[in-house]
């Protein structure tokens, strides 16, 4: 399927027709027996998880218009007051393609040229053919002296470790606290202007250690991989614009975020990004082998520091699918993604909410408790369906349907683009995600990149590991048992 007008309106049509077809099949008069306390049950539940979106849509409108703006006319105000003493752009690279990675190291050097200040682009990278481009496009955009470069070249032990490798190489520098480094990964294009566009706020405000930015993508995949994608940024800017609001944002992700030079360069910081660890009660310690951003996350939270969401600065991301099939892909990414979040859930709700505010304290246990309700409306639909009739099942589509074109009206407001294709998949990502995360749950110790095909997946044959496996079968069995008798009692 193209991207064009046409295809996009005909979606449109199809959308609507379908919902149509729903409402006029079904009765003018249907009743459940017993069916006002399971309306009311599950209506109650359902009307708390839509506040919960709605309170994060409200907080995220009101920071774009009205929190940010006073914010960046501060900033504005300070001119080159806010000037960085040093910017140092820090990019890690491993087994992207060239022409991404060319497009990625050209927007970095170009961005370190103009934003005018003294700038050290910093590359981590593992392979020769890297370096050789790096050199290539630096002789041709030929930057002035203030610009300078290192190289910095490391075994391909991850990229935990090339972040490691990179803090240390500016940690020897000692750059004062008015340095920041801004960590970019190898497949992100620096859209212009967004290093003048963040650096003011850490002069603005002193206790944000790092910040992160709004992202638009290019995916090179099928329709639906790309309108997947482009769903979840524009989902995300939204949540981050909540969190912003409290200085609190969940993530510093791992795209591009930027940070006080004077945090990067803390031996206790960089330990936390190089090797955290989990000591879990079940499943034993186990080193982290992804989730770098919600590390550097944790350890900015522990550390005492504030987090910022610049909503106006973006980057542009080159997304490669792992798998041609879009299901293959949605399930390892989200494994991913799932399983980041919910290893750093635990430790970080137990900071409490006199560090992390109330609102994120309550924001990091809906964590959990949102991968069971999420899917509490479709399975008692289908319970209900199977004992009493399948209309039920018809009626519980179409409120679906009715429900998410109003969310997805909602994201226009995000000012990312919006296909017809947003309903259908707000509604996967809801069921898809909570199955992905119940499973991740119960597995926390087994991890996977997506490109670099390192895993920590526990299939070796130690007593440990094999308790591990199977105790974790257990608990997935004993949960959705008592999950599934709960729904069939309420219905």
């Known amino acids: 399927m193209t991207d064009n007008v046409f295809s996009r309106t005909g979606g449109w049509l199809l959308y609507v027709a379908i919902l149509g077809a729903l409402a006029v099949s079904l009765p003018r008069e249907f009743i459940v027996p017993g069916g006002a306390q399971f309306i009311l049950l599950i209506g109650g539940i359902g009307l708390w998880r839509y506040s919960v979106g709605i309170i994060h849509f409200v907080r995220g409108m009101y920071f774009l218009h009205v929190a940010y703006p006073r914010l960046r006319a501060k900033a504005r105000k300070l001119g080159e007051e806010a000037a960085p003493s ?43 053919s890297d370096e050789m481009l790096m050199r290539a496009i630096w002789r041709r955009l030929d930057p002035p002296e203030r610009v300078q470069l290192r190289l910095v070249r490391i075994p391909g032990t991850g990229k935990r470790d090339g972040l490691a490798y990179g803090f240390r190489a500016i940690s020897r520098d000692v750059p004062d606290d008015d340095a920041v480094v ?44 790309s309108e997947w994608h482009k769903l979840r940024f524009a989902q995300r800017h939204i949540n981050m614009c909540s969190m912003g609001l409290a200085r609190r944002v969940l993530t510093l992700t791992g795209r591009m975020s930027v940070f006080r030079a004077s945090v990067i360069t803390r031996p206790e910081f960089i330990g ?45 991301t080159v997304e490669h699918p792992p798998d041609p099939s879009f299901i293959r892909s949605a399930r390892q990414l989200m494994f991913r993604w799932y399983g980041n979040s919910l290893r750093q859930n635990t430790r970080a709700t137990k900071l409490g909410p006199r560090r992390l ?93 997506t490109r670099q095909k390192t895993n920590n997946s526990g299939d070796s044959a130690s007593f440990q590991q094999k308790l591990n496996r199977w105790s974790s079968r257990v608990m997935t069995f004993s949960a959705v048992s008592v999950f599934l008798a709960t729904v069939m009692f309420i219905v």
Not at 91 to 116: N, Q
């Open 357 to 449: 505010g109330w609102f994120t304290w309550y924001v990091l246990w809906d964590q959990r408790i949102s991968m069971w309700t999420s899917i509490l409306g479709l399975t008692a639909a289908i319970i209900a369906s199977i004992k009493y009739s399948g209309i039920i099942l018809v009626a519980y589509l179409l409120w679906i349907g009715l429900t998410r074109l109003v969310l997805t009206a909602l994201l226009m407001a995000t000012g990312h683009p919006v296909g017809p294709a947003y309903p259908v998949i707000l509604y996967f990502n809801q069921i898809f995600g909570s199955l992905m995360k119940i499973y991740v749950f119960f597995r926390l110790d087994r991890q996977s990149w």
């Open 86 to 128: 040093h910017v140092y752009l820090m990019v890690t690279s491993f087994r992207i393609d060239a022409e991404t990675t060319a497009k990625v190291y050209a927007s970095i050097i170009r961005e370190a040229v103009e934003c005018g200040w003294p700038t050290t682009v910093v590359a981590s990278i593992v392979e020769l």
């Open 272 to 316: 936390d990004v190089e090797y955290d660890s989990l000591k879990h009660w079940r499943l034993g310690q186990f080193r982290f082998l992804t989730g770098d951003d919600k590390s550097s996350w944790f350890s900015m939270m522990r550390l005492g520091y504030d987090t910022f969401y610049v909503p106006d600065a973006s980057i542009h």
């Open 182 to 225: 801004a960590v970019v990964d190898g497949d992100t294009v620096l859209n212009p202007g967004v290093v003048r566009g963040t650096a003011p706020y850490f002069r603005l405000m002193p206790n944000v250690g790092a910040l992160t930015t709004n992202e638009f993508c290019e995916v090179h995949g099928s329709y639906l991989m």
